[in-house]
């Protein structure tokens, strides 16, 4: 039976390898999107919103998970990494203010609808950038256990905006929502299974492919210049 197993794993990876030499995009999804480079980008700190009104879009989940603060440091640090890793011929510039409605606490907590947009665009408008990057955090679990074990796996909610500071307006947005889970609950993992070498990783690398795969879908995954 075991034996069995491995053969059927087996034949999956070579499927996978098979589709991944292919060179033609199966659709246009898989068409790279591409931000113009004439426009300047301010990055601005990952925040967590943990009240309605510190969200821009969306809805808080019953469950959320809190990131501790030095994690939103490394995560600061990690996309800034990836942006200064490309092509430099966009002007970009990285930003430490802390979110326009952090200090409000929970007085937004009942609110309907995410008020946080305004904020954000106030704050573009003074770093003089055409457009601004807002990383957040919507939901933070780190792995209970090691690479090799777990009794919990990480689990992590990220999102991006990337609002025109002219407009005030979300020219686009991107989410990454994902909770890691093994090989032998889903086969269909199996892509992510190889790539990260059978390993059940932290919160922050589960993080930072978030990054790779929303900076890709955004247009921003090249052309940066500090």
């Not at 907590?109 to 055409?130: I, M, N, R």
């Not at 905006?161 to 929502?177: S, V």
Request: aromatic share 8%; hydrophobic share 40%; charged share 20%.
């Amino acid at each position: 039976m075991t034996h069995f197993r491995l053969s059927i794993l087996l034949a999956l990876v070579l499927l996978l390898f098979a589709g991944g030499c292919s060179k033609q995009p199966r659709s246009t999804a898989d068409i790279p999107v591409v931000f113009s480079h004439r426009y300047s980008i301010a990055v601005m700190p990952f925040s967590q919103p943990t009240d309605t009104g510190s969200l821009i879009t969306g809805q808080l989940p019953a469950d959320q998970g809190i990131i501790p603060a030095d994690q939103l440091i490394l995560l600061d640090a990690d996309l800034e990494q990836k942006l200064l890793s490309q092509k430099k011929d966009r002007v970009i510039s990285f930003h430490k203010t802390q979110p326009p409605l952090s200090a409000q606490g929970t007085s937004f907590h009942t609110a309907s609808q995410p008020e946080a947009l305004p904020g954000w665009v106030s704050l573009g408008k003074k770093t003089g950038k055409d457009f601004i990057l807002v990383p957040m955090v919507i939901n933070w679990h780190d792995r209970e256990g090691s690479k090799a074990g777990v009794t919990e796996p990480a689990e992590v909610h990220i999102e991006f905006y990337l609002i025109r500071t002219d407009t005030g307006t979300i020219y686009n947005h991107a989410a990454f929502e994902e909770r890691q889970v093994g090989l032998t609950s889903n086969l269909l993992s199996m892509g992510e299974f190889v790539k990260r070498k059978g390993a059940w990783v932290s919160a922050r690398e589960l993080a930072g492919e978030g990054m790779d795969a929303m900076l890709k879908k955004m247009g921003l995954a090249s052309s940066y210049a500090k």
